[in-house]
């Protein structure tokens, strides 16, 4: 099993672009796998959109790689979001790690562009499938429930061949999805506890189906800080976590001490069968996003990296 970390976004947490860019080739620089981006398309906080953030990346990094955590695929055309992703992965040498989901019930992108909840998931099946059709190079042809399409190819293809296709959610919709569609897993607001049951019942579901998902391609991902719980960021952010489920308890979801705590979490995951991680670093402003992400390089990837390479 290879434990590798990436780091991601929600809201741009950055003063200003070129803030954010600094922070690109401090990522860079360092030893973090990937740069993550999530999907939101409205709201009164800023958020980049996903696909162009992946184009952008591209052409100014080198070695990270990058993915969408997730990428909501009933908002979008799969023919364009397949075209999309297979630019990228050729521009970027095979770099983009793409992931999808079907949106959350909440999603006010559904509301706003009245777009119907309903069928959602029958949606993105059939998309997904297309997809990974377009990127093996078909020449597609299907008149689907949702998408009737005709001699439809692209060219460049993916330099992944196959192109990565993991899936979010914790459904037994999206467990079965995963299995059946997808090469991959990509928690995303889950404690171990719950990873610890979503991965074996995608396994069950996938050998059911005669697939097998390697045991590499299975992901988590949870907000750290180098600090104090009582810090004022932590404390936004448990705030916003408890308005959406006033039942559960925040810490179970974050990581906030010191790099051996960090580390205890990391391990936690990884016992529950997870070995690729996305860190959201809790932080406000350009200094405190390069000082949370210096720590994590210095003091967090080292050991979980080195000792992910060790053979057992």
Not at 51 to 58: C, E, G, I, N, V
Not at 142 to 157: K, N, S, T
Not at 235 to 257: C, K, S, T
Not at 274 to 283: D, G, N
Request: hydrophobic share 45%; net charge negative; aromatic share 8%.
């Amino acid at each position: 099993m290879s434990v590798r970390i990436g780091l991601g976004i929600a809201n741009f947490p950055f003063e200003e672009p070129r803030g954010f860019w600094r922070w690109v080739e401090q990522c860079e620089a360092g030893d973090v796998d990937s740069i993550w981006q999530t999907d939101r398309l409205i709201g009164a906080q800023p958020f980049l959109e996903s696909m162009s953030t992946m184009a952008a990346l591209a052409g100014a990094t080198e070695r990270l790689k990058f993915g969408m955590n997730v990428v909501v695929v009933p908002f979008r055309d799969p023919l364009v979001l397949a075209k999309e992703c297979a630019t990228i992965d050729f521009l970027s040498d095979g770099r983009l790690l793409p992931a999808f989901g079907v949106g959350g019930a909440v999603a006010p992108e559904f509301r706003a562009t009245s777009r119907p909840m309903a069928g959602r998931g029958g949606l993105a099946d059939e998309a997904l499938r297309l997809m990974a059709r377009l990127w093996a190079g078909e020449a597609v042809t299907c008149a689907g429930e949702h998408y009737d399409y005709r001699d439809a190819v692209i060219a460049p293809l993916p330099v992944q061949q196959p192109l990565p296709l993991w899936i979010g959610g914790d459904s037994k919709a999206a467990i079965r999805r995963t299995a059946t569609i997808g090469s991959g897993w990509l928690g995303g607001l889950h404690s171990p506890a719950q990873v610890a049951r979503v991965v074996p019942a995608i396994k069950a579901a996938a050998a059911a189906a005669g697939r097998t998902i390697d045991e590499d391609h299975y992901g988590a991902a949870f907000a750290y800080r180098f600090g104090s719980p009582d810090d004022a960021a932590v404390q936004r952010l448990a705030a916003g976590f408890r308005r959406r489920l006033p039942d559960v308890d925040p810490d179970g979801y974050f990581a906030v001490g010191d790099a051996g705590r960090i580390r205890e979490r990391i391990a936690e995951y990884v016992a529950a069968g997870a070995s690729k991680f996305v860190l959201r670093p809790i932080a406000d402003g350009d200094a405190e996003m390069r000082a949370q992400t210096q720590r994590l390089i210095e003091d967090v990837l080292p050991a979980v990296h080195e000792r992910a390479a060790t053979p057992a």
